[in-house]
C-alpha cells in the first residue's frame, strides 16, 4: 500500500489504458474499474483486477467476476 505522485501514476496509466484500449477493441470490458481494481506491482507495474464481464455471468464461467458498488454500471446489479 501506499501513496503514487502524479509524475509515477501517469507513467504507468499510459501502457494500462493502452491495453484497455485493444481489450475493447476485442469486445473485453471492465464494467468496475476503482482503486480497488487498480494496483502497482513490486516490479513497479500497474495491473487491473476484478473484471465483471456480463457474459461470463450469464455463461456460468469459471472465471470469477467482481462487481464493486458504486462503481459498476447500475444494470451490472442485476446480473
Do not use: C
Not at 501514476?9 to 499510459?14: D, E, G, H, Q, V
Not at 475493447?24 to 465483471?52: C, D, R
Not at 464461467?61 to 462487481?67: F, G, P, R
Amino acid at each position: 500500500f501506499g501513496e503514487l505522485s502524479w509524475d509515477d501514476a501517469a507513467s504507468l496509466f499510459l501502457p494500462t489504458m493502452k491495453t484497455l484500449g485493444e481489450l475493447h477493441k476485442i469486445g473485453i470490458f471492465h464494467y468496475g474499474l476503482s482503486p480497488e481494481t487498480i494496483y502497482v506491482t513490486a516490479k513497479n507495474q500497474m495491473k487491473i483486477s476484478g473484471f465483471s464481464i456480463p457474459d461470463l455471468h450469464n455463461r456460468q464461467s469459471v472465471i470469477n467476476t467482481e462487481l464493486f458498488k458504486g462503481y459498476a454500471a447500475p444494470e451490472q446489479y442485476e446480473i
